[in-house]
């Protein structure tokens, strides 16, 4: 199959509904955490604006700090539970590094509305205060995937790297210096594919 008439490969049908339905799943995911969070950001700005005089930016910042623990949980183990787990540190500094900017982004559409408009009716600030949570998410979203939660290799490239890996010669210790190629029999005890 080529493209068009210019000799090259078409790309795959398939293997582009394959990363679109990969892609819908992870945006599924996300949105469930994400949906969360936002209840347990919202919950949490409305108690502590309820039970204390706290100025809304400040309560606003104590909510995102809480939503952006719950999600670190919900996001590694639900949503990117499949991603590479083998640098936790470097993955938790930069979930930490990219939260804290969309907490800036978050919290300072809802200054910029308090103190700039005036807008400070509980209304007021819990609009402001979702629609932050919005323009931050975008942000969120793409630097998770890119650079928090990143993902493992596809499946093509484990597969090259295993066809790699069974053409390389295998010592044969039954004879000196010997080496079995790809096609030799395996030795008693091993196992075939």
């Known amino acids: 199959m ?29 949105g469930a955490v994400g949906g969360a ?33 719950f999600n670190y949980l919900g996001f590694r183990y639900f949503t990117y539970r499949d991603r590479d787990k083998s640098g936790r540190t470097r993955e938790m500094s930069l979930f930490l590094l990219f939260s804290a900017i969309g907490l800036v982004i978050e919290n300072g ?21 979702f629609f932050g949570i919005g323009v931050a998410t975008l942000f969120r979203f793409w630097s998770y995937r890119t650079w928090v939660f990143r993902a493992l290799p596809t499946g093509s490239a484990v597969t090259a790297a295993e066809r790699f ?16 190629g790809a096609g030799a029999t395996p030795l008693s005890g091993q196992r075939t594919r």
């Open 2 to 30: 080529t493209n068009g008439g210019t000799g090259a490969p078409a790309r795959s049908e398939g293997s582009l509904w394959r990363r679109v339905e990969r892609l819908r799943r992870e945006l599924l995911k996300f």
């Open 37 to 69: 969070g936002i209840v347990v950001n919202l919950l949490v700005f409305n108690l502590v604006r309820a039970v204390s005089e706290l100025p809304v930016v400040r309560a606003g910042i104590i909510a995102t700090i809480v939503a952006i623990a």
């Open 109 to 129: 559409v809802l200054y910029a509305a308090t103190y700039g408009f005036g807008w400070d009716t509980p209304l007021q600030s819990n609009f402001f205060k």
């Open 165 to 180: 890996l069974e053409e390389q010669p295998v010592p044969d210790p039954r004879a000196a210096g010997g080496v079995r």
